[in-house]
């Protein structure tokens, strides 16, 4: 049974820092991509950032470029997002999903992803 769990979501002041977990069981970790998406309250959900298969190829919404950071540890089935100077406009509940791409690469189109977790509350308010 295909299974991702988030953590590390919390309230945060703005400027402040968190760290994401995304851990995986039930199937096989490195045929899949991961993918970071949130949803805000009355907004679709929408992709933020991706790591491919063996970590060699990432992508980031322009939002978020030079302030997240995806990596991905195989060894223990974990993606994470680092994310930095953290704005108000980042609160919103933050998904992983796991999705099957050929080949060295990701998206963060979440139509390419059809393992989901179920999410954890990211807000950033002083």
């Known amino acids: 049974q295909v299974q991702l769990v988030e953590s590390g979501g919390a309230l945060v002041q703005p400027g402040g820092s968190l760290r994401l977990s995304c851990a995986a069981s039930?199937?096989?970790?490195?045929?899949?991509?991961i993918g970071w998406f949130r949803q805000a309250p009355g907004k679709e959900r929408e992709g933020v950032s991706c790591v491919s298969r063996f970590g060699g190829s990432t992508d980031y919404a322009s939002a978020v470029k030079g302030r997240f950071t995806i990596s991905r540890d195989n060894a223990k089935n974990t993606v994470y997002l680092q994310m930095n100077s953290l704005k108000p406009e980042d609160t919103a509940v933050y998904y992983c999903?796991?999705?099957?791409?050929?080949?060295?690469?990701?998206?963060?189109?979440?139509?390419?992803?059809?393992?989901w977790g179920q999410g954890t509350q990211v807000t950033v308010s002083s």
């Open positions: 039930g199937f096989t970790w490195n045929y899949y991509a």
């Open positions: 999903a796991a999705g099957p791409f050929v080949g060295d690469r990701c998206s963060t189109d979440r139509q390419q992803y059809g393992n």
